[in-house]
T-cell receptor, first 112, second 116 residues
Framework: GDSVTQMEGPVTLSEEAFLTINCTYTATGYPSLFWYVQYPGEGLQLLLKATKADDKGSNKGFEATYRKETTSFHLEKGSVQVSDSAVYFCARPQGGSEKLVFGKGTKLTVNP | GAVVSQHPSWVICKSGTSVKIECRSLDFQATTMFWYRQFPKQSLMLMATSNEGSKATYEQGVEKDKFLINHASLTLSTLTVTSAHPEDSSFYIC????????????FGPGTRLTVL
């Protein structure tokens, strides 16, 4: 079935380090792809999205490129900040429905 | 834009009582809302899909008589946990879609339910 697989954390980085969180999706159709972020004790916020192959979503210094050839949507940021500490979820629609399928989440901790 | 609120943000109740959680879309009309449950350090589990004016569609394994969902207007959906027990303690999150045919869901801030 439709799914996304993201690298499991936790990931711990120092401030200003480069971040990559891997996400791959099952190649059924050409789904929109999403990254959501969840700060401690809060709901999810849409971080960025891409709707078709080769699209690059970006927001708050984060980027992810929709790669059809590798069925990937890896999240990257060139220089993380302490305030980026959160759990990041990759997601895609479940084909033929209105539902979203989420990855298991990757907890990022950025130390000063 | 696309702001979703939840109320209350946290609630503590005694075992056996019922608790109602509200989910509102503040600046758009949401034809479809979703209710999720999240256990500590885990991903979201979809409980049900709620369409305005019709009965909610529950995911397999979710008791519809236990988790009552009402979507009476285009801006409000409610989840009532009936006869709550400690195992119902969890973080409940709602989301809403801006329009049919779109993929993006906007999430509320969540409600922390603790059943004593």
């Amino acid at each position: 079935g439709d799914s996304v697989t993201q690298m499991e954390g936790p990931v711990t980085l120092s401030e200003e380090a480069f971040l990559t969180i891997n996400c791959t999706y099952t190649a059924t159709g050409y789904p929109s792809l999403f990254w959501y972020v969840q700060y401690p004790g809060e709901g999810l916020q849409l971080l960025l999205k891409a709707t078709k192959a080769d699209d690059k979503g970006s927001n708050k210094g984060f980027e992810a490129t929709y790669r059809k050839e590798t069925t990937s949507f890896h999240l990257e940021k060139g220089s993380v900040q302490v305030s980026d500490s959160a759990v990041y979820f990759c997601a895609r629609p479940q084909g033929g429905s209105e539902k979203l399928v989420f990855g298991k989440g990757t907890k990022l901790t950025v130390n000063p | 834009g696309a702001v979703v609120s939840q109320h209350p943000s946290w609630v503590i109740c005694k075992s056996g009582t019922s608790v109602k959680i509200e989910c509102r879309s503040l600046d758009f009309q949401a034809t479809t809302m979703f209710w999720y449950r999240q256990f500590p350090k885990q991903s979201l589990m979809l409980m049900a899909t709620s369409n305005e004016g019709s009965k909610a569609t529950y995911e397999q394994g979710v008791e519809k008589d236990k988790f009552l969902i009402n979507h009476a207007s285009l801006t409000l959906s409610t989840l009532t946990v009936t006869s709550a027990h400690p195992e119902d303690s969890s973080f409940y999150i709602c989301s809403a879609k801006v329009a049919r045919g779109t993929d993006t869901q906007y999430f509320g801030p969540g409600t922390r339910l603790t059943v004593l």
